[in-house]
Structures are given as C-alpha cells and as structure tokens.
C-alpha cells in the first residue's frame, strides 16, 4: 500500500457509512409519512363510515347526522362526464403523436401537452368560469367535467403514446399490406394491441381528477340537495370536504373524514388497478 | 362507392387527429387570451403598482398584489427546501443505491402513494395534526399562537412535493452512463464520493430541473395552501405568520367577488400564475428533455 | 409461359437524398415464382415494398415512374385497393397477437369491412389453412392466439392471411430469414406447391431457395437490375460478372 491511500482511508469509509445511513434515514422518513399520514386518515374517517353516510343528503347546521350521498353522486356524474370527454380526444392525441413521432409539429404538441400538465388547476378553473359558467349564467356539473377533462388529458395522451409506440411497425404493415385502411389498422390492430396501456392511462387520468376541487369551485360549484342533472350545479366529494373542514362543527368533521376515505380508497384501488394492468396485462408480440 | 366511404372515413380520421392534436397544443395560448382578455378590466385600473401595492382592500376597490406574491413565494421555496433533502435521499436510494427489486419496487410505490392522496384531504389532516404542533412551537416561542401560517402549509406542502419530485430525480440519476459511474469506482472511489463528486454534478442540470418543476407545482397548489395557510392579506412578518398566496386568495374570493374589476383582478391573479408556471414548466421540460438523450 | 402480371417502367426509390431504386425496367409473369436475389442494400426489398406502395408509411421515401398491375398504374389506384390485391408476407412472422389464429386467417376481410357469413367465414379459413398446410395442425384449437403457434407455424398462418384474399401477386420478403431449417424447408414446400396457381415475387438471400423454387430470378445490384433471365439459365450460364460472382459465393 502506498502512503496515498492509507491517510485518510478510515476517514472516507466513515463518510461513506454516515452518508448511507443518511439516505436510508431520509428514505424511511418518507416512507414513514406516508403510513402516518394514512393511518390517521384511516383512523379518523373509519368511525364516520355508517350507511347514513352513503344513503343521506346533509343534515342543517345543528342536527347532527346526514351523510353525503349528493356529493357521491355529484363526484360520479363530473368524473364520468370528464372521462368521456377526455378518452376520445386523448387517445387521438396520443395516436398522433405516436404516427408523427420525431417530427416537429409532433414534439410541439408533446412540449405543450408536458406544459399543460403543470397548469395550477385553479387556472383551469377560472378559464372554464370564463368559457361556460359566465356565458350561461350558471354554475353547472358539466363545466366542471370540462374543467377534468382537461387535467385528464396528458396522462391519457402520453400512456397511448407510450404504449403505441411499443407496438412492432410490422404489424401495422401487415394490416395494411392486406388493404386495411389507416383507420380501421387504428381501430381493429393497434388499439387492440395497445389496450392495456391506454386503459391505465385513462385510470391514471381519472385517479388524478377524482381528488380535485380547484376546478370545481367555480364550474360544478356545490349544491346541498341531490341532482342528476349534468345542467345544475352538483357538490362533489372533494369539495364536501374543503367546505367541511373549513366549518367549526364536530359534526361536519367527522362527515369529512368519512369523505376522506372514501375518496382516499377510490384513487388507492385505481392506482392498484393500474400496478396490476401494467404487470399482467400486456399483449405478447 | 363503399370503397370512396372507406377512404373518406380514413381522411376524416386523420383529419381528426390532427385537429385533435393541435387544439390540444394550442390551449395554452388559448388559455392566455381567455386570461387576458378577461382580466383586462383590472389589468386597467389596476396598472403596474399592482404588483407592488401592499393594500389589498377590495371595498375600496383597493387591489396589491405584494402580499400574496410574497406569500406565495416564501410557501414555494420554503416547502421545495424542506423537501429537498428527503426527495434526494429517496432518489438516490431507488434510482442509484437500490434501483431494482421486490423491496425497493414496494418503497417506490409506497412514496407514490402520497401522490395519490388528494390536496384538500393533506390540508385537513395537516390542520388536525401538522397545525397543533406548529401551534405548542410558537407556544413555546411566546408567539401568537394560531397553528396556521406560512410554515404549516409549507410542512404540508413539502410532503406532497415529494412523490412528485422523487420521480424526477430518479428518472435523471437512473440515467447517469454506467461507464462515468463505473471508472469513479474503479479509481477506488467509495459510494458517498461516487455520487457526491459524479452522479450529483454531472446530471445537475436535471436535477435542477426536476426542482424547478416541483416549484411550479407548490406555486399553483391551492386547496391544503388555503385550508393551512390562515388566509390573511397582510405582509407576512416572519415563516409562521398567516399569509395568502395567489392560488389560496382565488379560491377564496371568486366566487364572492362583487364587482368586475373585483373579478377581473383576481382573473388577474390567475394570469400571473399561469404565466409563471408555463414558463417554469417549459424551461423544466426543456431541460429534462435535453438531458434525456 | 403466360401472359404479364406486373410491368414497372423506369421505376426509381430513393429515401431523402439516398436514391435506392435506380431506374428498373422489368416484366413479371403471372403464375411464376420470380426470386429477387443481390446483396444485401441493392434494394430488392426496397422495389417489392414499392409494388403494394408501403413506402407511403416512410416519410422521407419517394417513388417515381410507374408499376403497372394488368393494364393499370398501381400509383394511380387506390391505395388500399393495390394492397387488397396485392399480398405480402413479412420477414418476421407477424400474426395480429389480439387475434386467434381463426380471426387471423379471416382478418385481411374484418379489416376492410366485409361481412361474411359464418359458414362463407369457415370456408375460408379452412380452405387457405389447408393450402399453407396447416390446417391439421391447428384445426382443433382455431379459437387459441395465433401467437402461441412457433415460428414457423406463424409465418404459415401469414401465408394464409394473405391466401385468404385470394390476391393477383404475393409478395413475400425474405420469408425464411427468421425460421429455423426445418420450418424453412417446410415453407419452401409450401411456396412449391402454390407454384402454377399464384404469382408469387420472393426475395431471397437463399441461392439454394431462389434455385429451387423459382421460375426466373432477378439479380440486382446497387440499386440496378443486372440480370434477369430464367432461373437456370441465371445459375448455370450468368451472363453478368457480379451475378457469377455472387452465385459462386465471392461476395455478398
């Protein structure tokens, strides 16, 4: 050994194990917030889940009881809305980013597309008041599915673009080789064959919206009584529980923190559904 | 004839396509004018001074900005610090340290969990948990003592940052060219050396990257923000006074604006978010891109 | 011999700046197997992708002069029509993977919209598996994914996909380069048996496959046509330098 690597030696292993053990601690750390985090969430809203909760519209200030059933079916009605706005347009999208890839038009769209995904979505909120709920003179579920729609839109976009690409050009090739036109080799061959990842995608999208109320403060507004209407104002359960919380009463709380489960479980079974479908279902080529 | 509707259908499909895509490409600028056109009320009675105006008196018709800007900017930056070192730690543990795997597979899906719980649920839980706490520190400081402020919601607001920023910066040191890694080691470099003198500098334009855009994310974060911050219109006077920022003072007053320049400077507002946050994000993308090939 | 299936005249491919196909002028006749042979980049390929116009996939790619199919410019037609009549086997086997093998066989129709009748449908599948043999071997698992077939298996059911179509040429593209010998063998049977009922254009690096099974081969070299004459007269008596010299193996 020469003197060189002798001195200081002891010092660098030392520094090498404080600096390991920094990052695992760091990392715990993370990961113990979230268990934290979840666990209170869990602790505090599991009490409040009773079929009042599911089966009930608020209760007036001062009775106690009531559940939120308006804002279940509010929820429903604006996310199902904003997913049938954004898939067809964000499949598209992805279909052509992936047909013109490393053209620039194409990588203008993605820029943009990366750009819109980190729009605040309260701006989004405000365009759609301009757009929709000033002109109409109304706050409406449907402007605020339009609001989603939009926050839904890059997910959906890059997943289909991801997973077309992945998909072997000769197999578009032999579509076509047999007289299929570009549509029908869309819709019968690479669509079908790129399914599993676009349909995560669209779970990603919805996962992303199904917690928002930025967007909505201004577009689905909120409304106490139950509607099914997609023309009236509709709360949702986000908003249920940034009303709520922001109350002084107890018994708004414990509403809200049944909310929170609620809604908390939803987006962890989506993002599970989404684990499972990028593992298992993938089409062999 | 069915074959002229076959190559009709397939010309209306890709017509489609692009039309699709272009829209989609020019929202933003869509966006803008939506923006500017609509707040230009306020942009006109407000002049330039609204930036600076330290009042914000909407009875008076008295609109400053100052405030909010302030607030929103100590909020983002203090949440991106406090994040910062967990956000590294995490990356390099996945991305360099342990980056496949069963365990490191699980603690990968773990942090994303915090993505998937949403802003106004992290402002509850951080009022009934994160708040108190605060609340017996500036107990202890002989402070005023409400628990809401800057600093609650910049705690809340660091958390959330994380699975966000985490992904970044693993995607850009798992990126690092194994031969640079490779021949730092084989000069006898420990781990810690390897990383702090390599993998750290060489990728720190993305790395940087990754924290800007995580910036852009805590400037337009708006429901645990609004819920945590104590909703005041004041200059703050230090990290745990209550404070507003830009996206919290939107979703507070909107609705409730009487008025159009009212309305039309809080339309205002939203225009400088969203130009602030277009830009970082393009810089952000840009940058990520070029480091990507 | 019979009458001219494809004529090209003064057909010239070129991608970019990059000119390919330099200026070919030939005659293929119906009913005969014609192998395109030459070294690799010579652009046999690259003229057999141009008679079913997939270069229109490929941005940069141009195609000039004219391909005549019978009597008509096939650059003049609908481009899905050419390809209807005009099938193509791949290099790689490449069945539709959400597809059975049934679906498959059927698939040249479902894709262009036809409607069928169930029994018109297991006519048809029955009729070209049988023709690519390989009805006996898959005849009680239709229902199964085309990709769990092997290899050779698959490139067979492409063969059949195109059949199916009942196409005026097939084209088929290097077709045992991805196969293991025994398929090789097995598909070159198969392209023997269709000899006389199909015009099949085929391009081969396999001297002994070109020999074998076709009626005239064309030898190409940088992007010209050398040589082109029936196949035994182009192995035994080359009339070209380059074409002896790549049929006696000194380069290529």
Redesign the interface.
Known sequence: MTPY?IRGLQG??I??K???S??????F???A???I??F??FK?GIPSLNWALFSQGPKPVGESGGGILNAIVGSLIVVVIAAIIAIP?GV??G???A?NRG?K??D??A??????????????G??I???IVKPTGKFSAYSGSIALA?MM?PPI?KNTEETLILI???????????????????M??LL??G?GGIFSGCIIGI?RI?????PL??TA?GNPQLTGSIFKPVDTI?KV??TY??SPYDDWHRI??GG?VI??SF??VL?TII?IFESRWK??? | MKNRW??L??KI??R???I???T?????LI?FI??LI?SWPGIKANGFGFLWGKTWDPVANHFGMFPFLIGTLITSFLSLLISA??S???A???GE?YPKGLIPNI?R??????A??????????G???VAPLVSKLEMKMHMPAPGVGIFTASIVLS?ML?PYS?SLIRQVISMTPVALKEAAYAL?S????V??KVIIPSNISGISAGFL?SL??A?????AV??LIGNSPELPHNIFSPSYTM?SV??NE??EAVGDVYLST??EV?LL??VV??I???I???II?KVSY | MEGTILRTENLRVSFGDNLVVKGINMEIGEKQVTAFMGPSGCGKTTILRAI?R?HE?T?DAKVEGKIFLHQENVYEMEA?????????V???P?????MSIYENVI??F????IKLKTDEKNHIVEDALKKVALWEEVKDHLKKRA?SLSGGQQQRL?LA??VA?KPEVILLDEPTSALDPLSTAKIEDLLYELKGNYTLIIVTHNMQQAARISDKTAFFYLGELLEYDDTKKVFTNPKNEKTQNYITGRFG
């Open positions: 690597e660098r292993r520094k090498d404080i600096f390991t920094v990052v695992w601690g760091l990392t750390s993370c990961l917030v979230v268990f985090i979840l209170y969430i505090m347009v598209s999208v279909i052509f980013l047909e053209r038009l194409a203008r769209v820029l943009a597309i990366d750009v819109l995904q980190g729009i605040p979505s309260i701006v989004i405000i365009v008041y301009v757009w939009i839109l976009i072997p050009t000769t197999l578009k090739e032999a579509s076509l080789a047999l007289g299929a036109s570009y549509f029908r080799t869309t019968k061959i079908p064959a399914i996962a199904a917690g928002e109320v930025a403060l201004f507004f986000p529980i940034f919380a922001s809200a923190w929170s809604l908390v987006i962890i993002n684990k089409v062999q080529f | 076959r190559v259908e397939n499909f890709v489609w396509l692009s699709a895509a272009i989609t490409m020019v929202l933003l966006f939506t923006l609509s070192p967990f590294i730690a995490a390099l543990f996945l340290f603690f899906n773990v942090i994303e969990l915090l998937a719980i949403p802003s106004v649920v992290y402002g509850f839980w009022l009934y948990t958390i994380i985490v006898g420990t781990r810690a050396e990383i702090t855009l852009g994310r400037l337009g974060e708006t429901m609004t819920i996206a939107i979703a909107f609705t809080l339309i939203g978010l969203f946050t277009t970082i994000n393009l952000g993308r840009l891109k | 079913n997939l996939l941005p899905m029509t050419v390809r209807r009549r005009v099938g193509m791949f290099q790689r490449n069945p539709f993977p959400t698939s040249g479902t894709l262009n919209n990709t492409c996909r195109a179509m």
